[in-house]
């Protein structure tokens, strides 16, 4: 993977090195939105097994559902120097596609603040994803969890960011 230059320094570390909560108090508060996506790739019978409510835990889609909003709000419990949030909403959409073996899951999170909401979304993705390992890890192990990224980000100072 070729290097990022930036011109940009790292926010999170003060001079001396040490980590550090970035102080957002002067910041307006704004709408932000970011979107972040996921999938899992599986065998044919694992994901036939989903689709039809056969797996034995349960609705797989509709836990990993769950757990991806619950992550989204559990957030700065997770990563350590992530502000808390009051969302103002949290939409986690798992799609099965038979003809990739796959589910893709896509998260979006929503808030007025003076900080974003891109780790919420790539949160929920990374929990909704490992709910589906979970749930089906005993017919199929050879489940893979991949592609988990920012495609999409609005509001505050830097703008939108959208991935190419």
Do not use: W
């Amino acid at each position: 993977m070729p290097k990022r230059k930036s011109k940009k320094s790292l926010t999170h570390f003060d001079a001396q090195g040490n980590a550090v909560m970035v102080d957002v108090s002067a910041k307006p508060a704004t709408t932000r939105e970011a979107v972040a996506k996921g999938s899992v790739y599986m065998n044919a019978d694992t994901l036939r097994l989903i689709t039809s409510g056969n797996v034995k835990k349960g609705d797989v889609l509709a836990v990993a559902q769950l757990a991806g909003i619950m992550a989204a709000k559990r957030t700065p419990d997770l990563i350590p120097l992530c502000h808390p949030l009051a969302l103002s909403s949290v939409k986690v959409d798992l799609a099965p596609d038979a003809k990739k073996k796959a589910v893709h899951i896509t998260a979006t999170c929503k808030v007025t603040g003076a900080t974003g909401v891109e780790m919420e979304a790539l949160a929920a993705v990374s929990a909704a994803a490992l709910t589906v390992y979970d749930m089906c890890k005993a017919v199929d192990r050879g489940m893979t969890i991949t592609d988990i990224r920012l495609v999409k980000k609005t509001g505050g100072k830097s703008g939108t960011f959208t991935a190419s």
